[in-house]
């Protein structure tokens, strides 16, 4: 009899002394967020800006390609073909400055939403910690929530934190 009510006694504990346990779906999360929608924006801003500059630098180097065509027909064949090299060699460094420019622009954009991928994270730990929450898991695409009670669901509350906070 002793041993039922100790056994008793540390089920009632437990159950007294569960865990705070919800989830939020980063998709969601991360779809609705203002900040990333103002980097995705900005990025495409300036991407959309080099790809006119790099068809304008593209036009104006096959402008220059058919002056030296034209001008290689009164020229002696070994001329022409070192026109033809200092070209094809400036094509290429132009080729490879535009893709340069092109890793950085990309490198940017990455590192901006990595950064902001850390912050959301920092606020979702802060969130937790303020709410008790013994764990916040992690749900949507690719998440370790296979499932969960819509009651447990904190994504919209989540989202009104990220996007009520600037830092």
């Known amino acids: 009899m002793k ?3 100790l056994v008793l006694g540390a089920i009632f504990a437990l159950g007294c002394n569960q865990d ?3 989830y939020v779906d980063t998709v969601r999360l991360m779809d609705k967020n203002n900040e990333k929608s103002e980097i995705e924006a900005k990025y495409q801003e300036r991407s959309t800006s080099f790809n006119k500059r790099r068809d304008s630098i593209s036009q104006a180097f096959q402008i220059e390609a058919q002056a030296i065509q034209a001008k290689a027909e009164t020229m002696s064949q070994t001329k022409a073909q070192e026109e033809f090299d200092l070209l094809q060699q400036r094509g ?3 080729g ?3 893709q340069q420019e092109e890793q950085l622009l990309q490198q940017q954009g990455q590192t ?3 950064s902001l991928v850390k912050k959301v994270r920092r ?3 802060d969130y ?3 709410q008790g929450y013994t764990f916040i898991l992690g749900g949507g695409d690719g998440g370790s929530v296979l499932y969960g009670l819509d009651s447990k669901d904190l994504t919209d509350e989540v989202i009104e934190l ?3 906070t600037k830092e």
């Open 3 to 5: 041993k039922i009510g």
């Open 20 to 22: 705070k346990i919800g």
């Open 92 to 94: 290429q460094f132009i």
């Open 96 to 98: 490879q400055q535009l």
């Open 112 to 114: 901006e939403m990595d």
């Open 123 to 125: 606020q979702i730990q």
């Open 128 to 130: 937790g910690k303020a």
């Open 162 to 164: 990220v996007n009520s």
